[in-house]
């Protein structure tokens, strides 16, 4: 999918990517994203160049290996764009993400939202450690306007070190250990493994996460995305996940698909239905929600404006439907 996202980083302009073949011809495409600088990066993270000599299996990986890493950059940059944080994670440079905003709704009134994630990449290690703080997200009650500008109060960060064991375009391996302040606070280790498939058209990401809470015990969730491109602006992506915890009762299935479309270069729109079942295989609560994003980038390439109307269908409120509508600014710190 040829995308024009996120680059408002040159407010509009553009930028050719020289280079030969097919290479040239996908990179042009592209606003000014700096496109040969996140090949040549991403070039640089599987191995040095194969030289002409080589067994002709190695430079047959080679090419795959450049061309897959040309053919994931719309994807990549589309979920970027709208802030998803699974594909921000494999990122390896510093990141800092603020979100501010409010959420309203039939049932719970207004709330507001507030949302924070940073990682810090150690330098002269190879860029194989990295600090992070996550997960720093929380829903408060407003009763006044002054409730806007107090802090949050109920949050669960956690904080770390992360060693990535293997990442290249196809797999990525890391290892986080840490400390959770939750209640009651905890440490934790993790074990997260992501590979990448390109059968065909398609972009196929499958991704395992264990977890060990000292209090909570074990986590798994296992996770497969697929997108596919259509035609120029427009891409599907579906997301299954499933998580199962120790200390509960039973598992969490997820499922959602959303619909993309780019509308200019600072600007584009999401439509996604998502369910969630939890406690299965005797759901305590099935939740369904359709929702609309959009989502704008107001300033250069690190502030963003999101409204996201929707309407939610809970099992505990007889499905009843609940709409609701969200508004949030993110500004995003990226060494990227």
Known sequence: MTSHLCAGQNEGKRATCFGCGVVLFLCAGWPALDCHANVAEKRNDTSDDVPPSAPLYERVDEWYDRMSAVIADPFARVDQFFGDESIADEGRRTRLRVGVGVRGDVVNGWRMLTDFSLRVALPRIEERWQLFLNELASEDDISDVSDLTRPPIDTDP????????????????????????????????????????????????????????THDGWRSQSEISARLPLADVYGIRSLSRLTWEEISSGYKPEQSIALYRELTARRAWRLEGRGVWQNMPNPSDIIYTVEFVYRQLLHRNWLFVEIAPGVEYAESKNYDPNPFILLQFEILFNAE
Request: glycine share 8%.
């Open 158 to 213: 956690d904080f770390g070190l992360r060693y990535f064991l293997l990442r290249d375009l196809r797999m990525s391996i890391r290892a986080d250990g840490g400390y959770r302040f939750s209640s009651p606070r905890q440490a934790f280790v993790r074990l997260r493994g992501r590979t990448r498939y390109r059968p065909g058209r398609w972009a196929l990401d499958v991704t395992q996460a264990v977890t060990y809470f």
